[in-house]
């Protein structure tokens, strides 16, 4: 399986819903909490990912490839296509 990382803020419903989502499929993920640092961390992971526009989270990497926020998790898994994003 390939690794997740999910870039999150404390007071977020939409990272503690991909959170619960990656949970409830029983995937591992890393969580990197940006609340302390928001505005370093946003800027860093525009620059790296090259984002347009404002960064929001939670901001999901599966592998090396950014797929976005929630609503872009929730739609890959309800066409069945997520399972086969995280095979290695």
């Not at 619960?20 to 890393?30: A, D, Q």
């Not at 946003?42 to 990912?49: D, G, M, N, S, V």
């Not at 090259?50 to 929730?74: A, M, W």
């Amino acid at each position: 399986m390939k690794e997740v990382t999910i870039y999150t803020v404390d007071y977020c419903p939409f990272c503690k819903k991909a959170e619960l989502l990656l949970k409830e499929k029983n995937v591992p993920f890393k969580k990197i909490d940006i609340t302390k640092n928001e505005n370093e961390y946003r800027q860093k992971l525009k620059e790296y990912y090259d984002i347009e526009g404002k960064v929001t989270v939670p901001q999901i990497i599966i592998g090396s490839k950014r797929i976005g926020g929630f609503d872009v998790l929730e739609k890959l898994n309800n066409a069945g296509s997520l399972d086969e994003m995280l095979e290695d």
